[in-house]
Each structure stands twice: as structure tokens, then as C-alpha cells.
């Protein structure tokens, strides 16, 4: 849903609950759920505020982009490259700190866009 929100795609999401192939946004990530330590899991919010910072600084220019994109789309045609770049770069980096907040992963995510 964030990705056409963020005008990554024309496709609006499927009503489905599984996989589909057609719609061309995907996640795949696999819990683990043996091995986990009630500490490292207290911790992880903490380990977290790092990336809540950088990540709510660059939704803000995310969001600045998207404005700038949307009106150079109404005469374009189409999101510019550097901003679908950026934003779904933000995207990708906030997907992997949420499914790390979230218990989904047990690597701590990378500062890094790509």
C-alpha cells in the first residue's frame, strides 16, 4: 500500500491476503522464531531511535520530493527518476527497520538506502 501511496506504482494493491505475482511491490521475509532472547528483545526498541531519527528526517524530504514529483508528473507524465529512486529507498530502509522492530528479523538493519 505504501508503495502507491508514494507513486512507486500505478497498480493499486490486491484485495488478497497471500502472495500475487501481478502487482509488482514485493516483501519476503521469514520469522524466526527459536533462539530469541527476552533481553536482546527489550533492547531492540533502543537500538531502534537511531534509525526512527534519520528515517523521520528523510520522510520529511520524502514527502517534500513527492510534492515536487507529483506536479512535475501532471506534466511529464511520470515520477522523475531521482525522486522514485530516493523514495523507494526510504522505503526499503523503513520496511527493514519495521520488520526488525517488529520481531520479523533478528539482523539489525543497515543505514543504508539501498
Same mark, same amino acid.
Given at each position: 500500500?505504501? +508503495?502507491? @501511496?508514494?507513486?512507486?506504482?500505478?497498480?493499486?494493491?490486491?484485495? +488478497?491476503?497471500?502472495?500475487?505475482?501481478?502487482?509488482?511491490? %514485493?516483501?519476503?521475509?521469514? +520469522?524466526?522464531?527459536?533462539?530469541?532472547?527476552?533481553?536482546?528483545?527489550?533492547?531492540?526498541?533502543?537500538?531502534?531511535?537511531?534509525? +526512527? @531519527?534519520?528515517?523521520?528526517?528523510?520522510? @520529511?524530504?520524502?514527502?517534500? #520530493?513527492?510534492?515536487?514529483?507529483?506536479?512535475?508528473?501532471?506534466?511529464?507524465? %511520470?515520477?522523475? /527518476?531521482?525522486?522514485?529512486?530516493?523514495?523507494?529507498?526510504?522505503? %526499503?530502509?523503513?520496511? %527493514?527497520?519495521? /520488520?526488525?522492530?517488529? #520481531?520479523?528479523?533478528?539482523?539489525?538493519?543497515?543505514?543504508?538506502?539501498?
Amino acid at each position: 500500500m505504501q +508503495a502507491y @501511496i508514494y507513486l512507486l506504482t500505478g497498480k493499486y494493491p490486491p484485495f +488478497a491476503m497471500g502472495p500475487d505475482a501481478g502487482y509488482p511491490v %514485493r516483501f519476503w521475509g521469514e +520469522a524466526k522464531l527459536d533462539g530469541r532472547s527476552r533481553l536482546t528483545v527489550f533492547f531492540r526498541l533502543f537500538m531502534v531511535i537511531p534509525h +526512527a @531519527i534519520i528515517l523521520y528526517i528523510l520522510q @520529511i524530504v520524502a514527502n517534500f #520530493l513527492l510534492f515536487i514529483g507529483w506536479v512535475v508528473g501532471i506534466f511529464i507524465g %511520470r515520477l522523475p /527518476a531521482f525522486i522514485h529512486d530516493f523514495v523507494s529507498g526510504y522505503l %526499503r530502509w523503513n520496511t %527493514r527497520v519495521g /520488520a526488525y522492530m517488529l #520481531l520479523l528479523t533478528d539482523e539489525y538493519p543497515p543505514f543504508s538506502m539501498s
